[in-house]
């Protein structure tokens, strides 16, 4: 069953303040997504491919953690959800674009945890994250 890693959680609350994370996942995403709202701290939300008709309607702060060799969200689409999260962005709600060049579909769940490339890239991940919560956190 998933759960929250605690030094996550341990983390967000008390340098952050957060309270609860909504989590948005697809495929092992969303599985993961489901099994972690049994978490107090988890709500499950949005376990569905992104596409701009989900993106667009959300307001609130998005990152976007991309993989440049990702065949499920293209480039393509990416473009498409981006020009549409322009308008979010005129509207005051903040979106950023973080892409992982030479890396494929599933890097943090599919990759060798042992391969040095993989662990740094999860921790960039993990930091990317926290940055960008801590940018949005109510004081």
Request: aromatic residues 10%.
């Amino acid at each position: 069953q998933a759960t929250a890693d605690p030094t996550i959680i341990t983390e967000l609350q008390s340098t952050h303040g957060i309270e609860t994370i909504t989590l948005a996942g697809y495929w092992f995403g969303g599985k993961i997504t489901v099994l972690a709202g049994s978490d107090p701290t988890l709500t499950p939300s949005l376990r569905s491919i992104t596409r701009v008709r989900f993106c667009c309607p959300l307001r609130v702060p998005l990152l976007f953690l991309n993989t440049e060799l990702d065949t499920t969200f293209t480039p393509a689409d990416r473009a498409a959800a981006f020009a549409a999260l322009e308008k979010n962005m005129a509207e005051g709600f903040a979106f950023d674009v973080v892409d992982f060049e030479g890396v494929k579909h599933g890097f943090a769940t599919c990759r060798d945890v042992t391969e040095e490339r993989s662990l740094e890239d999860m921790r960039d991940v993990f930091s990317k994250s926290l940055e960008w919560i801590a940018m949005f956190a109510k004081e």
